[in-house]
């Protein structure tokens, strides 16, 4: 538990990424694989792939907002459907989908929108994600000191959709429960049950 109203959890980055020479490697790599950048749509592309990547794997900084639980609050609080996006640590290809973060209030509660920034702080770097799932689960539980918590994420893989097995329309689900969400089985049901997923 924190004292504090505001928790500066996530800090700008002393150094950046080197775009020079991630632009340099994206230049080799693509002349490598036999694909010709000279021509005028693709000549910039490098840069393009350096500053993309850069994009994907920065996230923003942000402040850990809760607020005293005056009011005794006691009952399931749920964000439904944050997007998600990360890339495979595998192949580096992108998945994308929600997640469904919950937690039971403890002697403090959560900015809102804070839900979604801890669920991107985490998938901002290369993941898999049953880590994400459960990184995201546990950051909260150590922070918050909730009664329970409960992420859920669902996801599309282009790994497994454009290449290889190429299992268009699959997606994949993971989960983490802590405390009450997974040792109590109607907490566990109204959570499973609020995020559309039968558990």
């Not at 775009?19 to 490098?46: H, K, M, Q, V």
């Not at 994308?96 to 809102?112: E, S």
């Not at 994949?172 to 109607?186: C, E, F, K, P």
């Amino acid at each position: 538990m924190h004292d504090s109203s505001a928790l500066h959890v996530v800090h700008e980055p002393e150094t950046g990424p080197d775009l020079d020479a991630a632009e340099a490697a994206a230049a080799r790599f693509l002349t490598a694989l036999g694909i010709p950048i000279d021509s005028e749509g693709l000549r910039n592309t490098p840069r393009r792939m350096a500053s993309a990547y850069a994009e994907l794997f920065a996230p923003r900084p942000f402040d850990l907002t809760t607020f005293p639980n005056d009011e005794g609050y006691d009952e399931l609080v749920l964000a439904r459907s944050i997007p998600v996006r990360s890339v495979c640590e595998h192949h580096l290809l992108p998945f994308v989908g929600v997640a469904h973060v919950g937690y039971l209030p403890g002697d403090r509660i959560l900015g809102l929108s804070k839900l979604a920034r801890v669920v991107e702080y985490f998938a901002c770097r290369p993941q898999v994600q049953e880590r994400l799932t459960k990184q995201i689960a546990d950051w909260l539980r150590e922070q918050l000191n909730p009664k329970g918590v409960g992420v859920v994420i669902e996801a599309e893989h282009t790994c497994m959709t454009l290449r290889g097995v190429q299992a268009t329309g699959s997606n994949t689900v993971t989960s983490t429960l802590h405390g009450r969400l997974r040792g109590d089985a109607r907490s566990r049901q109204e959570f499973f049950a609020l995020t559309g997923i039968h558990g």
